[in-house]
């Protein structure tokens, strides 16, 4: 027998009419000493209005939503007698993106695919607390339904993501096939995402790897850290940089993503110790620059310069670059001036 812990159990932090969002809690019998987390939930949740499967327990585990004994566990932690798990499921997010329209700057579009450089401050896709407003609106305005449906009807035709206030390239698929191939690309490495950023302060070398897993902050749920390999979230991360330009107490860098984790390059340059400038999440946002000039910080000084694939149809490769927005470019002009 499970005994669920109805004082939490009940508990909604979304509409109720939703199960997502909820948190169930259980505490382990003697039916279940030994058992696997991931067993465990799966067996729990049965009787719940959303039952998890042992590979969405998993997930879960993964994602950090799983605790025992209010710790994050791994899917194969094993429950004793008296162990407290608790379940979180994840906020929601709407069923369906609607069109809007909001302007976009089109780099490039065929029948395949489209490559637009994202402003600062554009949501990606719909998320709880960014419904509306998202490139997902515009481009189902821009292009109808030529999306791909791979990604669902929130995030369609979307291959990868940048955040929020980081600027630039993205290449987004008109149809199942171009995402597919270019979803493989960028598992297989062979698209390039570069990225340019202002830090601060400046790096040892004149180039390096970052190699350093990426895994959900303990604490702190909406940053991300460099965790242990063994960590509960962890997943490999990899960060090419160079060098461009070296100011008093600031540099230009230019990044290439190996592997694509949320907030990579934020969370890799916090880490090294050079903060991405700007950055309200990773300790970017407190510099004298940012204080002395808030009208030209739009979060990180973080833009997606250069895209490169092959074509899904052609197999031609594909080449798109553009330059830095122009409050970003102002913030580097300033910083060869030697205006701090």
Same mark, same amino acid.
């Given at each position: #027998? ?19 969002? /909820?948190?169930?809690? =259980?505490?382990?019998? $003697?039916? %279940? ?16 209005? @959303?039952?998890?499967?042992? @590979?969405? $327990?998993? /997930? ?10 209010? /710790? ?6 094993? *429950? %004793? ?26 780099? =490039? ?66 149809? &199942? ?15 390039? !995402? ?9 790096? /040892? @070398?004149? @180039?390096?790897?970052? &190699? $350093? ?10 940053? #991300? $850290? ?13 960060? %090419? ?35 991405? *400038? ?9 510099? !004298?620059?940012?204080? !002395? %000039? ?23 490769? #594909? ?10 470019? !102002? ?10």
């Amino acid at each position: #027998m499970i005994k669920k812990n109805a004082n939490e159990d009940e508990e909604v932090i979304c509409d109720e009419s939703s199960t997502a969002g /909820k948190i169930y809690s =259980y505490t382990v019998t $003697a039916e %279940h000493d030994g058992e696997r987390v991931d067993n465990f939930v799966g067996i729990a949740s049965a009787g719940e209005d @959303s039952p998890l499967s042992r @590979s969405q $327990a998993a /997930k879960m585990c993964l994602d950090g939503r799983v605790f025992v004994n209010n /710790k994050n566990v791994l899917k194969r932690t094993v *429950l %004793h007698v008296g162990d407290e798990v608790r379940v979180e499921l994840p906020p929601p997010v709407p069923d369906r993106a609607e069109p809007e329209n909001i302007p976009i700057d089109v780099i =490039y579009e065929d029948n395949d695919l489209i490559v637009v450089n994202k402003a600062a401050g554009m949501v990606v896709h719909p998320s709880a607390g960014h419904l509306t407003g998202t490139l997902v609106s515009a481009l189902l305005y821009h292009c109808g339904d030529s999306l791909s449906g791979i990604g669902g009807v929130s995030r369609p035709g979307i291959v990868h993501r940048i955040d929020r206030d980081t600027t630039g390239l993205l290449v987004v698929a008109k149809n &199942d096939m171009a995402h597919v191939s270019l979803a493989a690309q960028i598992k297989a490495h062979t698209a390039r !995402r570069t990225y340019v950023a202002v830090i601060i302060g400046s790096m /040892k @070398s004149d @180039s390096g790897d970052i &190699d $350093a897993p990426i895994g959900r902050h303990p604490v702190d749920r909406l940053k #991300m $850290a460099v965790v242990a390999a063994d960590s509960v979230t962890s997943r490999p991360a990899v960060t %090419h940089w160079r060098m461009l330009e070296d100011y008093s107490g600031y540099s230009l860098v230019e990044c290439r993503l190996e592997t694509g984790r949320t907030h990579q390059i934020r969370v890799h340059m916090s880490h090294s110790g050079h903060p991405v *400038l700007g950055d309200p999440l990773y300790g970017g946002d407190k510099d !004298r620059f940012c204080l !002395r %000039h808030p009208d030209l910080i739009e979060g990180q000084c973080l833009h997606a310069r250069r895209l490169e694939f092959d074509h899904p149809r052609t197999g031609e490769r #594909m080449c798109f670059e553009c330059p830095v927005p122009e409050k970003m470019q !102002r913030v580097i002009d300033l910083l060869r001036q030697g205006t701090v």
